[in-house]
């Protein structure tokens, strides 16, 4: 069994910074797709960043210059830094590996942006 686990949230003032890992049960090296993502209340699970095999990275348009997606595959662990976070940053993030045409996903762990 696979498995995916987040770390890394918690409380933060807004402007400030975090630094989400994600460690895989397995190695990385050749792994499709590696990203995250994340849900509010009230609303869709979406895209934030993500690495496609060949070295191809993807950003939201409402993180680009502010978070930044990075692997360890020495540790199998995938990272998200980030930076000047904003309230509406708030959310669960969630870890997703895709490999033989399989998804495969962490528990998510809860960021929250508040003064």
């Known amino acids: 069994q696979v498995q995916l686990v987040e770390s890394g949230g918690g409380l933060v003032q807004p402007g400030g910074s975090l630094r989400l890992s994600c460690a895989f049960s397995?190695?990385?090296?050749?792994?499709?797709?590696m990203g995250w993502f994340r849900q509010a209340p009230g609303k869709q699970r979406e895209l934030v960043a993500r690495?496609?095999?060949?070295?191809?990275?993807n950003y939201a348009d409402s993180v680009k210059g502010r978070f930044t997606i990075s692997r360890d595959n020495a540790k199998n662990t995938v990272y998200l830094q980030m930076n000047s976070l904003k309230p509406e940053d708030t959310a669960v993030y969630y870890c997703?590996?895709?490999?033989?045409?399989?998804?495969?996903w962490g528990q998510g762990t809860q960021v929250t942006v508040s003064s």
């Open positions: 690495i496609i095999s060949g070295g191809i990275i």
């Open positions: 397995r190695s990385i090296f050749n792994i499709y797709v």
């Open positions: 997703m590996g895709k490999w033989d045409s399989r998804e495969y």
